[in-house]
Nanobody
Framework: QSQLAESGGGVVQPGGSLRLSCSTS????????LGWFRQAPGKEREGVSC????????YYRDAVKGRFTISRDNAKNMMYLQMNNLEPEDTAVYYC?????????????????????WGQGIPVTVSS
């Protein structure tokens, strides 16, 4: 069965780092694209970072550019989000997600409405 499962969240001080992991069993590179989304308290769910279906291109929302790095290890069926220099505004529940593709042509659609499958979510709290 295809499934997504996040791990690696927690509480960290501003300026700290966390690495989120996602087990991606059943979602094969070339057939399914992966991405990370988050939902902060009182806010809409938003795309954080997405990969194209072939893993050749990456998308980051402006707020995390230069701080977050998405990667995928197909041999291990794992996807990661390295989060550095975390800010209180990064506090949210983070979700691993899969779609047929988050990129169409040269346009990105790293949006919740595109997602076909969700992980259960894992909380990240950035606070002193």
């Amino acid at each position: 069965q295809s499934q997504l499962a996040e791990s690696g969240g927690g509480v960290v001080q501003p300026g700290g780092s966390l690495r989120l992991s996602c087990s991606t069993s059943g979602f094969t590179s070339g057939y399914a694209a992966l991405g990370w989304f988050r939902q902060a308290p009182g806010k809409e769910r938003e795309g954080v970072s997405c990969l194209s279906k072939d893993d050749s291109r990456t998308y980051y929302r402006d707020a995390v550019k230069g701080r977050f790095t998405i990667s995928r290890d197909n041999a291990k069926n794992m996807m990661y989000l390295q989060m550095n220099n975390l800010e209180p505004e990064d506090t949210a529940v983070y979700y691993c997600a899969a779609d047929l593709d988050f990129m169409l042509g040269r346009s990105w659609y790293c949006r919740p409405g595109r997602v076909d499958s969700w992980g259960q979510g894992i909380p990240v709290t950035v606070s002193s």
